[in-house]
């Protein structure tokens, strides 16, 4: 069961019921649970999205589109059901926040989901979690029976009027479905494969209809954005980028764990002094900062804020919030080739740059960690990449491509002396020989 | 009472599939959790679950079967009782999983996908399982065992192979 971890410098926004016990429906509204979704009932549609476009708040899933935008483009009138899709089916290796929502907050999901169905003018909410978080789904069931039971779901909810229903499932493993059209496709009892955009979902998206999709944590935001106000908000982050958001920090850290900083938040300073430093006070060597798809940092490129905008201009992303921080055992080979090696594994194969570039990736990398490469290999696997980015349906391709090609630029070095090490007879070791030996 | 005649599944799980179908919008949204509870149930997607659940769908068994092929959750094979699944993703990766999954496979005498000969233990290698800030991290069946260690490893089998280890579906 994954523990909870503290740090002074945490802003507790949507992790402020954590850990107290607020999967209880009565502890959730005792701590303001459910306030939020009968103020958005009163004050109607245009406040909820006015209120939310003020927050600052950006997608968590990973691409940070602004949310407040997205509801707004969900057409008035359609003449189809319209609908909203929760995402929980975190897969981005690195990325573990939702697990944690899910865990402690179930009923924080639920309320963000109808808020999302008044604004957009829904009766119909999904929450889709990942195949493996079946015991997720569990609390999620179990929560949402509760609210039925209460009168907050259904028919009439509140007593207001209003109707409003919620179904839950999960998946059944594959990473692929993360990407929202594979989502929707996959909801419909689909093989899990990406549509061709446009036309986008808000305006054709689940069965047809207008379907708002968003991320988990993004959703569980709103009633929190609701209750506090949209400019309270958005002032805990920077520009453009409002709020806090969960990090989950894993990796060689003293304390890793599911943190919640304000956006802007110092990399470095969330390494070093809220996960506790790196383990073993061993030296770091990088840093994938937003689940595994983002390109590295290196150790000297890390001070840097924890935003949208920052982290582009750094040349990276903020992705999914999932730091790893790898420590100077490290062999970035072994870890490029288990980065593209888990690409290539969940590649849907329905792009042909995506599912042939992910496998030859993979095979020059093996070919290279095995102790059989050549300095063109490198060339080689930069070039693929490259081919790779911006050709593919979906962004799997491209998550595939940018960690690659960060590894290749900023630790060619490191190839090349991995595969002259090799002719020499060097014996090379190993993370797993080197962390695993400790355990 | 179910509405199909001859139903391979229990009588709650068949009343289970029989509300399941009708609460989507489309029958057929209700394929792949009815292939994962159908799985938990028989142990796995043998022909009859596939040719069931596509007679309660409305749908052509191939259908079913393209859908079936496409989720790394679901198989056609069964597994052991207790389905230890290893992540060795990055973050587990860093923090011993590899070692995790060596010494599973040295345990249980088997290795990727394959199930011991009493039918108790199956093994996988799997990809992110979401426990990256507990890593090293693994599922048997959906229990999440984290913060792993060779002996707790051990432990945690022990108590499975007792008898005493969560068994949810």
Redesign the interface.
Known sequence: ???LVGHPDEVKVISRRFGMGAANIDKYIELDGYKAVQQAIAEGPEWIINTMKASGLRGRGGAGFPTGLKWSFVPKQSEK?KYVLVNGD???????K??VLFLHDPHAVIEGTMIAGLAIGSK?GFIYL??????LL?IVEKAVADAYARGFLGKNIFGTGVDFDI?T???????EVGEESALME???????VPRIKPPFPAVVG??GGPTVINNAETIANAPHILLMGGEAYAKLGTERNGGTRLF?????VER???YELPMGYNLKKAIYEVAGGIKDGKNLKAV?PGG?SCPVLTADEIDVGLDFDQMAKAGTMLGSG?I???DET?SIVE?AL??IA?YQ??S?GWCIPCREGTDWIKKTLTRVYEGGGSKKDVDNVQYLAENMMGRTFCPLGDAAAMPTLGFVKKFRKEFEDYIEGHKAGTPLIT??QL????? | MSTVANTIFSPELAARFDHLVT????R??????M??YAQDEVGYISDAVVAEIAQR?GLLELDVR??LS?????RTKPAGKYNVQVC????C????G??IL?HCKSKLGIGHKQVTPDGAFSLEEV?????????PAM?VN???H??L??IKVDEILENYRAGQGKD?K
């Open positions: 069961m994954p523990t059901p975190e897969s981005e290796p690195g990325t573990c939702d697990h119909l990942r195949g493996e978080y079946r015991y569990k179904i499932q999960t998946g059944a493993g594959a990473y996959s909801l419909e009892g689909k093989r899990g689940l069965y989950g920090i894993s990796g060689h890793p764990g599911v994938v595994s999932g790893v921080v790898l490290v870890f288990r980065t888990f594994h969940e849907c993370v797993q962390v695993g030996a400790g355990h | 609460i989507y919008p489309l057929r949204s209700a394929l792949v959790p292939l994962l769908i393209n859908v496409y989720y790394s959750m679901l060795t993703n990055i973050s990766m860093l923090r011993g590899y070692e060596d990809e992110c399982i979401g426990a990256c800030c507990w890593a599922q959906y229990d999440f984290d913060n260690t060779t949810i």
